[in-house]
């Protein structure tokens, strides 16, 4: 039987994927987790097989989560589920130690299949995931979020996602101004000078979609 826990801040979200995984035989929903820090928790309280995990989630976030459970957890199995495909994040969440990508607008085959692979120790890139990396390869637009590093990347997100500076540092265990240094380093590498700027640049290169954007 393979324990999945699902890690997504929508409730709707997580009711439909147990709906859908509940009535396989070889799969069971054992947790569900709406921040980074519940799903790092219940990974040590629960041990899933395997996590279902969306990027972009309030507290410390999904990356950061996803770094957390596979340095500290390794018999742990992240799939990431999620809204949002684009280049630089899916490298970042790829080094963070994620063995699978999948997108939100899959259906519900390809995902039970990739829950089957993950848990069989093979990688699982979705279908159009792969094509929208091919096809941002192809088009050859630079990607300034690539200059980024993990933890820039990181706190990007979370200030796109309207936390405040105080939440972002309390969550990481980081004094505010090193925080705001950040801010300002990702600003510098950007060529932007201010939050606004900063999501309007990670809503064209996908990294965030328009309902996330109007609900921070």
Request: proline letters at 1%; glycine letters at 8%; hydrophobic letters at 45%.
């Amino acid at each position: 039987m393979i324990k999945l826990l699902i890690a997504d801040d929508h409730h709707l979200v997580r009711t439909s994927i147990a709906h859908l995984i509940n009535q396989e035989c070889d799969m069971t929903i054992i947790g569900e987790a709406a921040d980074g820090e519940s799903a790092v928790a219940q990974c040590r309280g629960q041990r899933p097989d395997i996590v279902l995990m969306d990027t972009h989630m309030p507290g410390i976030g999904g990356l950061e989560a996803i770094r957390r459970i596979c340095r500290g957890m390794s018999d742990i199995k992240v799939l990431v589920l999620t809204a949002h495909i684009e280049g630089s994040l899916a490298r970042h969440i790829i080094e963070a130690g994620a063995a699978g990508f999948l997108s939100k607008s899959a259906y519900h085959h390809e995902m039970l299949d990739a829950i089957r692979h993950v848990f069989h120790g093979r990688r699982y890139i979705g279908h159009s995931v792969a094509q929208r990396l091919a096809l941002t390869h192809v088009a050859g637009e630079a990607n300034r979020f690539n200059q980024l590093s993990r933890r820039e990347l990181q706190i990007a997100l979370m200030v796109v996602n309207g936390q405040r500076v105080c939440d972002i540092a309390e969550h990481l265990h980081l004094s505010s101004k090193t925080i705001n240094a950040y801010r300002y380093r990702v600003f510098a590498k950007l060529d932007i000078d201010s939050d606004v700027k900063l999501t309007h640049l990670a809503l064209h290169h996908g990294l965030v979609d328009g309902f996330d954007a109007i609900n921070a």
